[in-house]
């Protein structure tokens, strides 16, 4: 199985920043693509941030210019910067990774179990 590690929630004044980290162990062959996902209270899940293996990213457009992600590679870890955080922002977290257990098998999604960031003053 694979599991995911989150880290970096908190409580942050509107204008602070936090780092979220998610590492990844287990039975993984490789990860072809690395993301966050936020939940906010009554809202859907939606995709933050995403990075895929030729670094390519995308990110959602609340969140341009002041999120930034970014893997290595060699860790099977994850992170996001947050910055200028603002009250909007305040919701669970999930790191997402799609990864094959072995170099036969199709990709599939795996979650972490989430991370509460709250921006309030």
């Known amino acids: 199985q694979v599991q995911l590690v989150e880290s970096g929630g908190g409580l942050v004044q509107p204008g602070g920043s936090l780092r979220l980290s998610c590492t990844a162990s287990?039975?993984?062959?490789?990860?072809?693509?690395m993301a966050w996902h936020r939940q906010g209270p009554g809202n859907v899940r939606e995709l933050v941030a995403e990075i895929v293996n030729s670094g390519s990213t995308n990110y959602a457009d609340s969140v341009k210019g002041r999120f930034t992600i970014a893997r290595d590679n060699a860790k099977n870890t994850v992170y996001l910067q947050m910055n200028d955080l603002q009250p909007e922002d305040t919701a669970v977290y999930y790191c997402n990774i799609r990864s094959q257990r072995t170099r036969w098998e199709i990709s599939r999604d795996y979650w972490g179990q989430g991370t509460q960031v709250t921006v309030s003053s």
């Open positions: 287990g039975m993984i062959y490789t990860i072809n693509s």
